[in-house]
C-alpha cells in the first residue's frame, strides 16, 4: 500500500470504530435521552469531543514532524528552516487549525442556537468571532502570489540589510581593535628610531662638534636635541605617538646634526647617481661593514693618513702592482720610470718604501731628489696610491650591491674622497669619528642614513 494513503485510512477507520461505539450503546438501550433536557451539557461534550479530535489530529502532526527530523536525508538547511516555523509545521498550518477549530465548534452553536437555548447576546458573540477569523483567514489567503512573493522578497531584503550592518559592525570593530593592537607595536618602533638617531646626535653635538669648525653643526642642534630627550622621556610614562615623530623628523631633517655634516662632507666627492649625499652615505654604511684591517685602511683613506707602513700585509702588494701605482705618484714617476727595467728594482723599491724609516732610506739610497723634503713628500704619494688600490679591493661588489641596497640607492662604483675645501674635509673627518663610535657600539648606520631627509 502507498504510504501516503496510510493517514487517510487510519482516520477512517478510527470514524468508523466511533460510530460502532455509538451504535452498540443504541442497540444496548443506552440512549441520550438524560442530555436532551440539558443543552448546555450536549455543548459541552461536542466541545471535548473536538478537542479530543484536533489533539489526534496534532499528534498526527508532530508524529510525520518527528519522522522528518529522523530521516538521515533531511539537511541541516531544512532542520534550520524548520526552526523558523511554528510548532516545525508547514507555513499556514496552525492559521488553518485555528480556523478550522473555530468553525467546526462555532458554527453548530450558531446553527443549533435555538435547540441549545442560546439567547441572542451569546449568539452574537459566537458569530462575531466566526465572522473575525473567517475574514482574516481567508483575507490572508486571497491574497496573490504576486504579492505574497514581494512580501517574501521584502523580507529577505531586509535580513540583508540587517546582516550586511551587523558585518560592517563587525568589521569597524576589527579594525579598531587592529588599530588598537598595532599601536603598541608603532609606539616601540617610533621609540627605537628616535633612540638611534638621537645617540647619533649626542655623539656629534656633545662629543665631536665643540672640536669642529664652527658652523658646521647647526646652532640650532643643540636645542632639537633637547627637545628629543624630553619627547623620549615623556614618551615612557605618559605615550605620544606625534610627538615622538615629530622630534624623530627634527633631528632627521634638514636641521639635524647628522644632515648638516653629510651636506658639508659632500663637495669632496664627485657627482654620481643619487648624488654627493648618497656617496657619503654609501661610504659610511660600507666602513661599518669591513672587517678589522679593511676598516684601518679605510679610515686611513677617509682621514687623508696613509704614511703608517702597518696598513699593507706583507705579500699583498706584487711589483706589478706597484709599477701601476707608480704612475699615480708623479715625484716617484719622474725619478724612478727609467730604471723600472733593472733587474729587480720595484721589489728592492717596495721593501724600501713600507720601511718606518723610509724617507731617510730613500734620500740615502736613490739619487735624484731634490733634498729630503721632497723625498718626504713622492713617499707619501706612493704609498697614497698604493692605499687607494688596497682599499678599492677591500669593497667586492657584492658587498657595495647589499650596503647600496639597505639605502635604496642603485648599486655603483663607490667614489672615494677627493681633494677639497678645508670646512668638507673637517666635516668628512666627523663623520670618519662618528662611524669608529657606531663601530665599537655595533650600530649599524644604514637603517639611520636611510631615515634622513637632508
Do not use: K
Not at 528552516?81 to 499556514?92: I, K, N
Not at 653643526?217 to 610614562?237: C, D, F, K, V, Y
Not at 675645501?421 to 663610535?437: F, G, K, M, N
Amino acid at each position: 500500500m502507498p504510504s501516503f494513503l496510510i493517514p487517510p485510512i487510519a482516520i477512517l477507520l478510527s470514524g468508523l470504530a466511533a460510530i460502532a461505539v455509538l451504535l452498540a450503546a443504541r442497540l444496548a438501550g443506552l440512549g441520550f435521552a438524560p442530555l436532551a433536557g440539558q443543552p448546555a451539557s450536549l455543548a459541552a461534550l461536542l466541545v471535548f469531543l473536538v478537542g479530543l479530535g484536533f489533539a489526534g489530529f496534532l499528534w498526527w502532526l508532530a508524529s510525520r514532524c518527528f519522522t522528518l527530523l529522523r530521516d538521515p536525508a533531511t539537511t541541516p538547511e531544512q532542520l534550520s528552516a524548520l526552526r523558523d516555523l511554528p510548532l516545525a509545521l508547514p507555513e499556514g498550518t496552525v492559521r488553518a487549525l485555528l480556523a478550522l477549530i473555530v468553525g467546526v465548534i462555532g458554527l453548530p452553536l450558531l446553527l443549533f442556537s435555538q435547540s441549545l437555548a442560546l439567547n441572542d447576546a451569546i449568539a452574537g458573540y459566537v458569530n462575531g468571532i466566526i465572522a473575525g477569523v473567517f475574514g482574516y483567514y481567508f483575507g490572508a489567503r486571497s491574497t496573490g502570489p504576486e504579492a505574497q512573493a514581494a512580501r517574501r522578497l521584502g523580507e529577505a531584503l531586509e535580513g540583508q540589510t540587517r546582516a550586511n550592518e551587523a558585518l560592517r559592525q563587525s568589521e569597524a570593530a576589527a579594525r579598531e581593535a587592529a588599530a588598537q593592537a598595532a599601536q603598541p607595536a608603532q609606539m616601540g618602533q617610533a621609540i627605537a628610531r628616535l633612540e638611534g638617531q638621537l645617540g647619533v646626535a649626542r655623539i656629534l653635538v656633545q662629543r665631536i662638534g665643540p672640536a669642529l669648525p664652527a658652523g658646521l653643526i647647526p646652532p640650532q642642534a643643540e636645542a632639537l636635541l633637547a627637545g628629543a630627550e624630553q619627547a623620549l622621556a615623556t614618551a615612557r610614562s605618559l605615550p605620544d605617538l606625534g610627538a615622538i615623530q615629530a622630534a624623530t623628523a627634527a633631528l632627521t631633517g634638514r636641521d639635524g646634526p647628522l644632515p648638516a655634516l653629510l651636506r658639508a662632507a659632500a663637495p669632496l666627492l664627485p657627482a654620481a647617481a643619487g648624488g654627493p649625499l648618497a656617496g657619503i652615505a654609501l661610504l659610511l654604511g660600507l666602513g661599518w661593514n669591513l672587517g678589522a684591517a679593511a676598516w684601518r685602511r679605510f679610515r686611513a683613506r677617509l682621514l687623508d693618513s696613509p704614511h703608517d707602513p702597518a696598513l699593507f700585509d706583507p705579500g699583498a702588494i706584487t711589483p706589478a702592482s706597484a709599477e701601476l701605482r707608480l704612475a699615480e705618484a708623479p715625484i716617484f714617476a719622474r725619478i724612478f720610470t727609467p730604471r723600472l727595467a733593472e733587474p729587480g728594482f720595484l721589489a728592492t723599491l717596495l721593501d724600501t718604501c713600507l720601511r718606518p724609516d723610509a724617507a731617510a732610506l730613500l734620500w740615502a739610497r736613490f739619487p735624484g731628489f731634490a733634498n729630503p723634503a721632497e723625498a718626504e713628500a713622492g713617499l707619501s704619494e706612493f704609498r697614497r696610491a698604493l692605499l687607494e688600490d688596497r682599499v678599492q679591493g677591500d669593497l667586492p661588489p657584492e658587498l657595495v650591491g647589499r650596503v647600496a641596497a639597505g639605502l635604496g640607492q642603485p648599486a655603483a662604483t663607490p667614489s672615494l674622497p677627493q681633494a677639497g675645501p678645508e670646512e668638507a674635509r673637517a666635516a668628512l673627518q666627523a663623520l670618519t669619528l662618528l662611524l669608529s663610535e657606531l663601530r665599537e657600539s655595533r650600530t649599524d648606520p644604514v637603517p639611520l642614513l636611510r631615515e634622513l631627509t637632508p
